[in-house]
């Protein structure tokens, strides 16, 4: 019983390793595929309004969910030879801070406010490319100059198990700036929240990996509102 | 190549954004382990006291450090295991890289209870029914019905000649004190029981309080041995007492600031510096020297200076203060080292 016991807490601690170091196996994962049909000759009016001209750039791959609700497109920055991904959704809560995995690197990368992620120079065989999303299960709006120490939040917006779903929210005084402990409450038996992101600003996004439920986060001082994103 | 000094090379490899996947988990596997043995030598049976296991607290305390930011970094990592502070170590010897390292998880640790503190739900009822068990077998203690109530007392044995003075049911907070006075925390049930008496034997008390008084004393007593006094001793490898410690230490940083208050008069006589500035320079290295007591240098020679002179500019401190300050710093690091290295191996 003990040995058991104590081979059942190892593996525990080496499953918890492995999801801080390594790419998480989200729950709620999208499968993308990639799309064959012609790319677009204006890639600029997909993913980069407002941006240098598309000439700099070169569509590489398209790949999008087996509902075509969501489309992923793959360019490459001709000039710097770095990659970037464009999400596309029609609502907001589902191109916003999403985990982009791309399974051939066994990597996620969260997309910023315009569905945007920057992939960098990687290696990437655009071919044989495997690509998931994990969209927010939940978003939770919080300012913390208007916020008590202690405060129970409500989504603002959550899918199916997510919906009953509370976050309390605890404020604590850091060296440097004020610590947050955020933490799931009202959670379904069969849901477990494999990341929390802190969306302090466009610059500013935290990422933890929560133990029982539970993230603590130290952002930067003078930060102003912030967002609260749980992915199944 | 010894343990600690591979850790201090993937720290380095997470500073230069330079590692794969196996140096990270290896690293965050590694503090984990360290935690876990500082939690489970420390904690006996108190972590039952709470809603969450050892395994829980060590997992937390370890998460928050590797908290990503969206360019995938750690930054309290980084801030904690700075460059600075890893090239430092790289020379330096192991032991004190292991140190500061202990230094840095326990600070961690004592605050990942502090957060949890809201949280912690005491096992009652269990505690309760091992409280019945041990005083039942025990036989120092009586336990008696009275009503409703379950009244539990103890009577010294060597009376002194004198009637012992009686401790009851309103004078529950003063039993605690005792309790925590006595370094009862982090004790199991029958042991603390044991040693209770042992107490009040010493201190010819006599109690008469209720189970549920002294279930209360009982987790109260181990909710402030987690919260407040889980810290000092772990910061060495030997168990020396904590209290010892803290004694000896103020000792020593008086004594040091001795030393540097006659360096500094020399400093003033020698017209090298003004005698105003004597006390600027005694409060920047005041600060330095909480600043190692609480996990190490943060921060540049200069900014502890500049603190309490504002108006000195980098040029004038790199002409005129910055060799002065810097043998200052050189001395007191020294001086507190020979005084560890001699009170180790006492």
Redesign the interface.
């Known amino acids: 019983m003990g040995k058991n016991f104590k081979t059942l807490?190892k593996k525990?601690?080496?499953h918890?390793?492995?999801s801080?170091?390594?790419s998480v196996n989200f729950k709620n994962r999208i499968n993308l595929y990639l799309r064959k049909s012609q790319s677009s000759p204006f890639p600029h009016l997909l993913g980069f309004e407002g941006l240098p001209s598309f000439e700099f750039y070169a569509e590489k791959v398209t790949l999008s969910s087996s509902d075509e609700s969501y489309l992923l497109r793959i360019l490459r920055d001709n000039i710097k030879g770095d990659l970037e991904a464009h999400l596309l959704h029609p609502e907001k809560e589902k191109y916003q801070y999403v985990f982009v995995c791309l399974d051939n690197l066994?990597r996620d990368y969260?997309t910023?406010a315009h569905g945007r992620v920057y992939l960098g120079q990687i290696d990437l065989d655009l071919s044989q490319i495997k690509a998931s999303l994990c969209p927010p299960s939940a978003i939770f709006d919080l300012d913390p100059a208007t916020s008590p120490l202690?405060v129970t939040l409500r989504p603002r917006y959550a899918t199916g198990d997510f919906e009953g779903i509370e976050l309390r929210v605890?404020f604590?005084s850091g060296e440097k700036s004020r610590?947050l402990?955020v933490q799931a409450t009202n959670l379904p038996d069969n849901v477990e929240i494999k990341k929390i992101a802190l969306v302090i600003n466009e610059?500013?996004?935290?990422?933890?990996?929560?133990?029982?439920g539970?993230?603590?986060?130290?952002p930067p001082e003078n930060s102003e509102v912030f967002q609260i994103n749980l992915y199944e | 190549m010894a343990g600690e000094k591979k850790l201090l090379l993937k720290l380095l490899g997470i500073i230069n954004n330079n590692y794969n996947?196996?140096d990270?988990?290896d690293l965050?596997?590694a503090l984990?382990n360290q935690i876990l043995l500082i939690i489970r030598r420390k904690s006996g049976l108190h972590f039952r006291l709470a809603s969450?296991e050892p395994?829980?607290i060590a997992?937390?305390t370890?998460?928050?450090l590797?908290?990503?930011?969206?360019q995938g970094r750690f930054?309290?990592l980084e801030r904690l295991f700075n460059w600075k502070i890893v090239e430092k170590f790289l020379s330096a010897s192991e032991t004190d890289f292991q140190r500061y390292l202990k230094n840095i998880l326990l600070r961690r640790l004592k605050?990942?209870f502090?957060?949890l503190s809201?949280e912690i739900r005491p096992e009652r009822a269990r505690i309760k029914r091992e409280i019945l068990y041990t005083l039942k077998k025990s036989s120092e203690y009586n336990l008696q019905k009275a009503g409703e109530k379950l009244l539990v007392t103890f009577i010294p044995q060597n009376s002194h000649g004198q009637p012992p003075e009686k401790l009851t049911e309103d004078q529950a907070d003063r039993l605690l004190a005792i309790c925590l006075d006595s370094g009862l925390g982090g004790l199991q049930v029958p042991k603390f029981f044991k040693k209770l008496a042992e107490s009040l034997e010493r201190n010819h008390l006599q109690i008469e309080l209720t189970i549920q008084q002294l279930l209360e004393i009982y987790v109260e007593t181990q909710k402030h041995y987690l919260l407040a006094e889980v810290s000092s001793s772990f910061h060495y490898k030997k168990q020396l007492p904590a209290s010892d410690f803290h004694e000896n230490l103020c000792g020593w940083i008086n004594e040091l600031r001795e030393r540097n208050n006659r360096l500094l008069h020399k400093y003033v006589q020698k017209n090298k510096i003004k005698p105003e500035e004597k006390e600027i320079y005694l409060k920047a290295l005041d600060d330095l020297i909480m600043d190692w007591q609480d996990g190490g240098q943060e921060k540049s020679l200069f900014s502890y200076l500049q603190n309490y002179q504002p108006e000195i500019s980098q040029e004038e401190y790199r002409q005129e203060k910055r060799k002065i300050l810097e043998y200052l710093v050189k001395n007191s690091r020294n001086f507190l080292k020979n005084k560890l290295d001699a009170w180790q191996t006492l």
């Open positions: 807490e525990d601690i080496l918890f390793c492995n801080l170091s390594h066994h969260l910023d202690s605890e604590f610590i402990k610059l500013e996004i935290l990422v933890a990996v929560p133990q029982k539970l993230a603590i986060f130290e | 996947e196996k990270l988990e965050i596997l984990v969450y395994r829980d997992l937390l370890v998460s928050s590797f908290v990503r930011n969206k930054p309290v605050q990942t502090y957060y809201s």
